[in-house]
């Protein structure tokens, strides 16, 4: 199975700090509501800004993303390494304070070929990807990816949906992420999602002040 994973490609536009709304559901960003669609896809029941956690002093942290099916929190982090990194510590820092659960953090939205996914912890992913499996998708998702930025060691974790434990199966493998036809289409999904109500802050802006323009111009004084 080929996994080509090139290189990170992003995009800063004022347009992903839109509030999106998909299946009924505000999220924070377009790039949230991308990782609500391919979750969907995947079969992958996931809750959005379920629970605030407090890590110390005055110090809160609220999780993007419940998996509840896979025992995993899911925070949504740019594909840019500079903003990704920029408050990383508190993804660290609750994945030290919750060992008993997965902590996943992204980088940018799934894209297909290419790493999206870290996971923390005890049983750290330094770049993974989610993916489902070959055999019987919709089943298991698989964490693929390499424990280090050399990817001297592989790991390949299959995740039983229905329980969230980690299994190994005889004569099953995760899909090929530029081939399977599972895969395929829930990247196409992520891709061309533009949202329920989402519009450009730019767009929306020039909106609300041609729409203050016409309402000045139709008001006459008694």
Same mark, same amino acid.
């Given at each position: 199975? #080929?996994?080509?994973?090139?290189?990170?490609?992003? %995009?800063? $536009?004022? !347009?992903?700090?839109?509030?999106?709304?998909?299946?009924?559901?505000?999220?924070?960003? /377009?790039?949230?509501?991308?990782?609500?669609?391919?979750?969907?896809?995947?079969?992958?029941?996931?809750?959005?800004?379920?629970?605030?956690?407090?890590?110390?002093?005055?110090?809160?942290?609220?999780?993007?993303?419940?998996?509840?099916?896979? $025992?995993?929190?899911?925070?949504?982090?740019?594909? *840019? #390494?500079?903003?990704?990194?920029?408050?990383?510590? /508190?993804?660290?820092?609750?994945?030290?304070? @919750?060992?008993? +659960?997965?902590?996943?953090?992204?980088?940018?939205?799934?894209? &297909?070929?290419?790493?999206?996914? %870290?996971?923390?912890?005890?049983?750290?992913?330094?770049?993974? =990807?989610?993916?489902?499996?070959?055999?019987? &998708?919709?089943?298991?998702?698989?964490?693929?990816?390499?424990?280090?930025?050399?990817?001297?060691?592989?790991?390949?974790?299959?995740? %039983?949906?229905?329980?969230? /434990?980690?299994?190994?199966?005889? @004569?099953?493998?995760? !899909?090929?992420?530029?081939? *399977?036809? +599972? =895969?395929?289409?829930?990247?196409? /999904?992520? %891709?061309?999602?533009?949202? *329920?109500?989402?519009? &450009?802050?730019?767009?929306?802006?020039?909106?609300?002040?041609?729409?203050?323009?016409? =309402?000045?111009?139709?008001?006459?004084?008694?």
């Amino acid at each position: 199975m #080929p996994l080509d994973h090139v290189a990170l490609r992003f %995009e800063q $536009n004022d !347009a992903d700090a839109a509030d999106t709304v998909y299946a009924g559901v505000r999220y924070h960003s /377009k790039t949230h509501a991308q990782w609500g669609v391919f979750l969907d896809a995947l079969g992958i029941d996931h809750l959005y800004r379920l629970e605030t956690f407090r890590l110390g002093e005055g110090l809160s942290f609220a999780p993007d993303f419940w998996l509840p099916t896979l $025992n995993a929190w899911l925070m949504i982090h740019s594909a *840019d #390494p500079a903003l990704r990194e920029a408050d990383r510590w /508190k993804v660290d820092l609750f994945a030290r304070q @919750h060992p008993e +659960v997965r902590v996943w953090l992204s980088s940018g939205a799934p894209r &297909p070929g290419e790493w999206h996914l %870290e996971q923390l912890g005890e049983t750290p992913v330094a770049r993974g =990807m989610l993916l489902a499996d070959a055999s019987e &998708p919709g089943a298991r998702i698989w964490v693929c990816g390499s424990s280090d930025e050399t990817a001297a060691r592989l790991v390949f974790d299959a995740v %039983e949906i229905a329980t969230g /434990k980690s299994i190994v199966r005889p @004569h099953a493998f995760p !899909a090929d992420p530029n081939t *399977d036809s +599972v =895969m395929r289409m829930a990247y196409a /999904k992520v %891709e061309h999602f533009a949202g *329920d109500t989402w519009t &450009p802050i730019g767009i929306a802006g020039r909106q609300a002040a041609e729409a203050g323009r016409q =309402m000045a111009g139709s008001y006459s004084p008694m």
